[in-house]
Each structure stands twice: as C-alpha cells, then as structure tokens.
C-alpha cells in the first residue's frame, strides 16, 4: 500500500491499516524518545495485528520536540525517514519504524541526525533499499512536511509521548514504572 496522509490540519500521520476504518488508534510519538521505544517495542505487533485484522486503522502522528529540548536534529531526520518508507509501503513504514525502535540511541545522543546511521537502520528493510529512498534520506527532502508534523502535534492537546487514543479516548500503554504493558492487559482496554 502506498503512502497517505491522515487528519491533522496537514495530512501528517502516517497511516498503516484500511483508511475506511471507523476505528482508529492514534499513536502520537517522538523517534528519539525512550518511553516511545518502549511502547512500540512492547506493543508495536499488537497496533499491527490490530490492523492486519481489520479491527482499526493506526494513525502515526510523530513529534520533533526532543531536538529542541536536547539539541540536533534527529528526530527530525528519523521523521523524515519515516515518511520516505511510508511512501515505498505502509509495510515498509512500520517495519522501519520497529527497526529505528531498536537501534534508539540514548535520546541525548543524536545518531538519527546522521544520514549513514537511518540508512544503515534501513538496510534490515529490504524494500527501502535503493536510490530513491538514500535520497530522501541524504537531502532531508521531507523538511517542510516535518516542520508540518510538529506544528500539528503542537495544536493536538497531546502534551507528551507516548499517547495512544482510541477514537480520541485516552488508552494506557505504560504501566507505572514506564514499561510498556502486556498485550493481554493493553488488548483488555478495547473491549
């Protein structure tokens, strides 16, 4: 599936699941923050499955304010990455997206800046391999989009990540010491 945009005042989610969907799950998440890492590691193959079965359609809506709480550019880059595997795929979307996960850096360290570090995360996503995604990657050609993106995360209300919402009502994803939930606990919240 290709790319498509989603609500927000820009078209900036991106999008994994049938847009026809009256479900929704709204994840709002910044690349390089921690507690995002561990939801999406933790929870990421339920969102999935969640979709494949038809049961939601899930709505990415990505956040840049860690660069300017921490300084540099990664989560801005990592985003526009994001956006360059959305347009091979929506598989490709969120399989990179599980790659960039896993190899997170401590989130004052700044590895998403560097083209060669998202490019190398690539390679473990056979589909984002050629060209025309290096290039987006290289020349950071979804700046303006990303600048969007955080604008639209700004004028959401969501004050922090990771949020989850289910057709706008708040889920929980972490429990109290920020680990992400077990599936059966966070699937027990769609009932």
Known sequence: MSFRTAPGAHGTALVYGPEDLARCLDLYADPRCPFCRRMEVG????????????????????????????????????????????????????????????????????????????????????????????????RFTHRAWVDRVQADFADSGVTGTPTVLRDGTPLTVLDAAGKALRPKVFLAQLH
Do not use: K, M
């Open 43 to 138: 929870l990421g193959p339920v969102f999935r499955r969640l979709a494949d079965e038809g049961r939601f359609v899930l709505r990415y809506h990505f956040a840049t304010f860690l660069d300017g709480r921490l300084g540099g550019e990664g989560s801005h880059r990592a985003v526009n990455a994001l956006r360059g595997a959305a347009d091979v795929g929506q598989g490709a979307f969120l399989d990179y997206l599980r790659v960039l996960y896993a190899r997170q850096p401590d989130e004052s360290t700044d590895s998403f800046a560097d083209p060669d570090f998202l490019l190398d995360a690539a390679g473990e996503v056979p589909a984002l391999r050629g060209a025309d995604f290096d290039h987006v990657v290289r």
